[in-house]
């Protein structure tokens, strides 16, 4: 908990009603973004991103698994959010457990849609090995190093970045003449297939403070706040979920007026997010 004197707090207020924030900030302007690759070798992706004083940890790691009896033409991605208590005060004991399971779920509504998969922003259908028999289980977990606001948003960022840089190794299957035989499978270890992340959205959190709402917001403007929606928008525009903090009401206008909002700055931050994903690879190249 951010503790702020009422003259810090009028000031906070006063800033964004003025479209000035303490940083120097426009209401809907993003803190700056750095992003690695490559962080952690022995996953089979991983990436580290800052968003101004947030940083985010990620790695996916890929195993063989077998799909779900509701979706055989699936793989499965589960996503576990650890929040280091380095980070935080509030993050020591149950603080920590509370908001870990908080995002995750947030983060499971905005890329996977429900808990089977259906819906996924996610392309699930590509992690097919064998329909029905075989598939790739992706493990994503976050890990939270340092807060300072907007964690949702940085968390899906990293995912996306995490997700670009996985490798899922090739699989050569040898099918048994009987059907309910398990299919033998080889894996490879030179050769690997790139994960493809064109459909895999971003987060966008608009925070209510007074009358206006802004992005990207630091944990002292995120204690002002009446209310927060988070929408999860992909390249193309298309909104692929949709979740609300915050006890106060919005009317239907201003939320709609929001996502309109959020697709139009999901753009902006989508290309600058493909930008420094492009620098990390050709550093990580040379």
């Known amino acids: 908990m951010v503790g702020l ?3 810090e707090k009028h000031f906070i207020r006063g800033g964004i009603e003025q479209d000035i924030r303490t940083d120097g900030r426009r209401r809907l302007q993003f803190r700056a973004l750095s992003v690695e690759t490559g962080v952690i070798p022995q996953a089979n992706g991983s990436a580290r991103v800052r968003l101004g004083g947030t940083e985010i940890i990620t790695s996916v790691k890929a195993e063989l698994g077998k799909p779900s009896i509701l979706h055989p033409d699936k793989g499965k991605v589960s996503i576990f959010v650890d929040c280091s208590p380095t980070a935080e005060p509030m993050f020591e004991g149950r603080g920590s457990e509370e908001l870990s399971a908080e995002l995750s779920v947030a983060l499971q509504r905005c890329l996977l849609g429900g808990k089977s998969g259906a819906g996924a922003a996610i392309d699930l259908s590509s992690l097919i090995v064998v329909e029905g028999k075989v598939c790739w289980d992706l493990y994503i977990d976050g890990l939270v190093i340092s807060s300072d606001g907007n964690l949702l948003d940085a968390l899906a960022a990293a995912i996306k970045v995490a997700l670009s840089d996985t490798g899922i190794p090739k699989v050569n299957v040898s099918l048994s003449a009987a059907s309910d035989e398990e299919p ?5 270890d030179e050769e690997f297939l790139q994960f493809d992340t064109s459909s895999v959205p971003v987060i966008i959190t608009l925070t209510k403070v007074g009358r206006h709402y802004i992005i990207d917001a630091t ?6 706040m009446s209310s927060a929606v988070s929408v999860s ?3 193309h525009g298309q909104i692929c979920g949709l979740t609300k903090r915050g006890g106060a009401g919005l009317d239907p206008s201003v939320i709609f007026d929001m996502i309109s909002v959020a697709k139009h700055v999901s753009q902006q931050f989508i290309s600058l997010l493909d930008s420094e994903i492009a620098a990390a690879e050709a550093e990580a190249a040379e």
Do not use: A, C, L, P
């Not at 033998?184 to 490879?188: G, L």
């Not at 944990?219 to 002002?224: D, L, P, T, V």
């Open 219 to 224: 944990s002292e403007e995120e204690s002002q």
């Open 233 to 235: 928008v992909n390249r």
């Open 184 to 188: 033998e499978v080889d894996i490879s």
């Open 5 to 7: 004197s009422e003259g």
